[in-house]
């Protein structure tokens, strides 16, 4: 078969007989045509049904063996043409329609599916409540959900095409790839994330162990073994600091108050009264 158009003009009634058309010959004012997927092959089965443009149905046929189909009109007019079928993303499309047949093929194009597995790079395990998003070419989220214990995880109903499939878990790093979706079946991948090493803390300060109580707002810096500055973090009210998404390695963590700050001040014999000084982190 030849790759069909989405909508061919008008076609001559020995046209559609000669490519098989269904055995009842048209007349008079309705559509007929082949219902094709985009290699040009017949979809059998295929359900088309035409309504008016307030929504009425008006006609109903199921494609033959070869893709053929015809639907009587109640006249001359314009009408909604909607056709579906199993394992393909349906389609509609105004036709007009003369007091003669008029001729329209329907190209509908396959759904297929994205499938794998998440495993832990480190370990070889599967990952198991991993988020997995799936999203267009535009950004566009089109599919999300979880893996299960096997690390498994699966989304049907996708077009053929270009697709960026992102994956979080907790300890490990986000990992994201593009994938290509062919046109049958459900295309398989697999995942390998990186572990994302955590380290935690309280900042404390003050007298003995027993006494030492939650510093707040203490700046807490990562650095590497490199002496690059990985990460800061200020602590909450309760002393608490947290990095995340690391890589396996050694690191040094340095935690400070707030830095000094001097300013000249001369005082006579009447002293100086609401002197205040406010202490910050720079850049605050």
């Known amino acids: 078969w030849a790759q069909p158009a989405a909508a061919t003009a008008p076609q001559p009634l020995a046209a559609y007989a000669s490519a098989g058309g269904g055995d009842a010959t048209p007349a008079g004012p309705s559509i007929h045509g082949f219902v094709r997927n985009a290699e040009g092959h017949p979809v059998p089965r295929s359900a088309v049904t035409l309504i008016s443009l307030s929504g009425r149905q008006l006609g109903r046929a199921v494609?033959?063996?070869?893709?053929?189909?015809?639907?009587?009109?109640?006249?001359?007019?314009?009408?909604?043409?909607?056709?579906?079928?199993?394992?393909?993303?349906?389609?509609?499309?105004?036709?007009?329609?003369?007091?003669?047949?008029?001729?329209?093929?329907?190209?509908?194009?396959?759904?297929?599916?994205?499938?794998?597995?998440?495993?832990?790079?480190?370990?070889?395990?599967?990952?198991?409540?991993?988020?997995?998003?799936?999203?267009?070419?535009?950004?566009?989220v089109l599919a999300t959900g979880k893996t299960g214990a096997e690390g498994y995880f699966t989304f049907d109903e996708l077009t053929p095409g270009t697709y960026t499939v992102a994956v979080n878990a907790p300890?490990?790093?986000?990992?994201?790839?593009?994938?290509?979706?062919?046109?049958?079946?459900?295309?398989?991948?697999?995942?390998?994330?990186?572990?994302?090493?955590?380290?935690?803390?309280?900042?404390?300060?003050?007298?003995?162990?027993?006494?030492?109580r939650p510093l707040p707002d203490a700046r807490v810096t990562l650095v590497d073994a490199a002496g690059n500055v990985v990460a800061t973090s200020t602590t909450g009210e309760d002393g608490a600091y947290a990095f995340t998404d690391l890589d396996a390695g050694d690191y040094t963590v340095i935690a400070s108050g707030y830095p000094p700050v001097?300013?000249?001040?001369?005082?006579?014999?009447?002293?100086v009264d609401g002197y205040d000084v406010e202490l910050a982190h720079p850049g605050d």
């Open 63 to 140: 494609a033959q063996a070869n893709g053929s189909y015809v639907l009587g009109a109640p006249g001359a007019g314009s009408y909604v043409l909607i056709a579906a079928a199993d394992g393909h993303q349906p389609q509609a499309a105004t036709v007009v329609v003369g007091d003669s047949p008029y001729g329209y093929d329907i190209l509908l194009s396959g759904t297929s599916g994205l499938g794998g597995q998440i495993r832990s790079a480190v370990t070889g395990e599967p990952v198991d409540g991993a988020m997995v998003v799936v999203t267009d070419v535009r950004g566009e």
């Open 262 to 271: 001097a300013t000249g001040l001369a005082v006579d014999a009447r002293g």
């Open 171 to 212: 300890a490990h790093r986000p990992a994201a790839l593009p994938v290509e979706v062919g046109s049958q079946g459900t295309t398989r991948i697999e995942v390998e994330l990186q572990a994302g090493a955590r380290v935690q803390g309280v900042v404390r300060a003050g007298g003995p162990n027993g006494t030492r």
